[in-house]
């Protein structure tokens, strides 16, 4: 079982659509995906149209610590389920949110291993090949358990100088701070940065050298994804349409998802999405791509 973790210490760098459009491709792939929104914004929650909606979600997966058959909904896409967030988000100061849900989590002397723990229940490694699990872009309980559930991380970088110099400030702390869960046994799994939203001008390699230069106290848990996601139209309109971007009429974007999953997943390698293009009119209409 592969447990992604798609993590960032910041917001907008592109988290839950990288999450949203894994899974689907996954999916669509012919593997059994349950993506978990571990997001109190519960963007992923919303991101693709459910068939059917569980009666229960996130809280009570942590609260119980176990994931059963009444947590998992169903997105309308074969194959692609999902764990709800349905704890409230509450702006608190202008600044800073919270919710029941991490005051909950921060409480537990436990909190580092009750999503782990509650993503090896049987209803999970009877049903699924592969979990996605989107985190909020703040350090927090919420990120620190979800983060911990994972065998493999993922972060969105955005390809500017300042974002590499906050991978390094950000990211590079929070694993620091994960690995301190090694007292409790767990490993955080291996993590790959993703340089996501390249325009054509920024220098997406310099960049990824930039970040390999920041990580080599980590050398062999991080490193750089040589699949670099460009900035385009595409995986807008494809959260406009609610459909996973590969079914996009993109064929830049279907191919650089397919190379993305290849690398996470090697096993996969050459396994090409079997579902059908979304013929939405917008989709139509906005057929090539382009930078954003
Ligand atoms: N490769 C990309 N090209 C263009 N826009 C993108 C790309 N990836 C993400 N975006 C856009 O960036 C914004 C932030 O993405 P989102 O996934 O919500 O970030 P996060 O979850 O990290 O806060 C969204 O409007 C999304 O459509
Ligand atoms: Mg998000």
């Not at 210490?9 to 996954?26: D, Y």
């Not at 929104?37 to 909606?53: G, T």
């Not at 979990?131 to 703040?138: E, H, K, R």
């Amino acid at each position: 079982m592969v447990i992604f973790g798609i993590i960032a210490t910041k917001g907008g760098v592109g988290k839950t659509t990288l999450s949203a459009n894994l899974g689907a491709l996954i999916a669509d792939m012919g593997l059994r995906v349950l993506l978990v929104d571990a997001d109190i914004q519960a963007s992923l929650s919303k991101y693709f149209e459910l068939r059917f909606k569980a009666p229960i979600g996130l809280t009570e997966v942590i609260g119980s610590g176990i994931v059963t058959e009444s947590a998992i909904s169903q997105t309308v896409w074969d194959r692609l389920d999902i764990v709800l967030c349905d704890a409230p988000h509450r702006q608190l100061a202008s600044d800073s949110a919270s919710s029941d849900l991490e005051r909950y989590l921060q409480g537990r002397m436990d909190m580092p291993m009750l999503l782990r723990r509650a993503l090896r229940s049987p209803v999970i490694d009877e049903n699924y090949d592969v979990v996605v699990i989107d985190t909020p872009g703040a350090q927090g309980p919420l990120l620190f358990t979800a983060a911990l559930a994972a065998t493999q991380l993922v972060t969105p970088v955005l390809p500017e100088t300042p974002s590499a110099r906050e991978f390094r400030g950000g990211t590079v702390e929070l694993l620091r701070k994960l690995g301190e869960a090694e007292i409790l046994g767990i490993r955080p799994g291996p993590l790959t940065a993703v340089i996501n939203r390249a325009g054509r001008t920024n220098d997406a390699r310099l960049v990824m050298e930039e970040i390999r230069q920041s990580y080599l106290e980590f050398s062999g848990q991080v490193r750089v994804a040589n699949t670099v996601v460009p900035s385009a139209v595409a995986y807008n309109e494809a959260a406009t349409a609610r459909a996973p971007v590969h079914r996009m009429r993109s064929r830049q974007a279907f191919m650089t998802m397919h190379e993305l999953v290849w690398e996470l997943l090697p096993n996969l390698h050459g396994v090409y999405a079997g579902g059908e293009l979304v013929d939405s009119s917008a989709a139509a209409q906005e057929a090539h791509d382009g930078c954003a």
